[in-house]
């Protein structure tokens, strides 16, 4: 399955996983990139030396392509791009600020640029700025979400023709979502919560449970009327963060009940106090696999999809 994008990143298929905070690691990335797709590593809420050496773990790992999901709001985002410049990494995804100050340093070290986009302004913007590749992102993925869904968004991005590749995200977690982004015109996805569920994730194995015995009403979107909305799994966090929300309590203090909770549970595994940031499309996440088994599942649905596509007549 070639085409303009996997022909840009030297990957087999159009595929790259999300850079999820505290869930993606030079393990995770390796083993995408393995699987023929393209392996991020996420920097969020971690420190430089942390990212150094799941960038050391990945190369030990993979000969293939891998990124490094950059925060641009991070304090520690010039020591990011400098180590991913130093270490030659393949492309960075962005997220969380305006990506352009960083094209010239990061094409002047020999890496790619794709930032992850929520509308059209900022797609033309990036686009015009000369970087690499874009994602474009719905409001149905986990985490951290726009206020657009991906089908508009597709439809109203890729109404213009542009000399880059885009990807499309949100809510995509199979094959048959991989089809239909190719059938509207993107030149591949970004997956991000169908790699948590992998044996190579990282995240607790609490964490893949309660995501396994998810069903599709089981999302919610904490933080969406103060503008910074994060989509995950209803618990008792989710409660108590959306009654202060509803009760009027000020931003500051939304963001102090928030602060630190993606890591209570993405990493220590809390699914009662914890965010678990995961995407909308949760009744096709029923299973654990090796990324391997989950790539070519993705593969095997897209072709079929596509297949009985051309078959219908109008």
């Known amino acids: 399955m070639q085409n303009r994008f996997t022909q840009l990143m030297g990957i087999r298929y159009p595929i790259i996983q999300g850079g999820m905070a505290w869930s993606s690691d030079g393990t995770l990335a390796a083993a995408v990139s393995n699987a023929g797709g393209a ?128 990807l499309a995200a949100g809510g995509i977690a199979d094959g048959r ?8 015109g993107a030149d591949g996805v970004q997956m991000g919560s169908r790699f948590l569920l992998t044996t190579e994730c990282p995240v607790h194995q609490n964490v893949k449970d309660m995501i396994v015995h998810a069903v599709d009403t089981d999302n919610v979107v904490t933080g969406y009327s103060r503008g910074m909305g994060v989509r995950c799994l209803k618990n008792a966090f989710t409660e108590k963060y959306l009654a202060a929300e509803t009760g009027g309590a000020p931003k500051e203090t939304l963001m102090e009940l928030g602060t630190g909770t993606s890591r209570i549970g993405m990493k220590d595994g809390d699914t009662v106090n914890g965010s678990i940031m995961v995407g909308e499309s949760l009744a096709v996440l029923n299973d654990v696999l090796p990324c391997k088994e989950v790539v070519e599942r993705i593969i095997r649905e897209a072709r079929e999809t596509l297949a009985k596509a051309a078959e219908i007549t109008l």
């Open 177 to 184: 979502g991989l089809a239909a982004a190719l059938l509207m």
């Open 39 to 166: 392996g991020i590593i996420g920097s969020g809420g971690r420190t430089t030396d942390w990212v150094e050496a799941e960038i050391r773990k990945a190369k030990s790992r993979t000969d293939k392509p891998f990124g490094v999901n950059l925060m641009l709001m991070a304090p520690n985002v010039q020591e990011m791009a400098d180590l991913v410049c130093r270490e030659k990494v393949a492309f960075v995804t962005t997220g969380a600020g305006s990506p352009i100050p960083w094209i010239n340093p990061l094409h002047e070290a020999g890496v790619k640029i794709i930032p992850v986009v929520p509308n059209v302004k900022l797609a033309k913007r990036v686009a015009a700025a000369g970087v690499d590749a874009m994602v474009i992102e719905g409001m149905e993925g986990g985490g951290h979400i726009g206020t657009i869904s991906t089908m508009a968004l597709l439809e109203n991005v890729l109404q213009d023709r542009y000399d880059i590749p885009v």
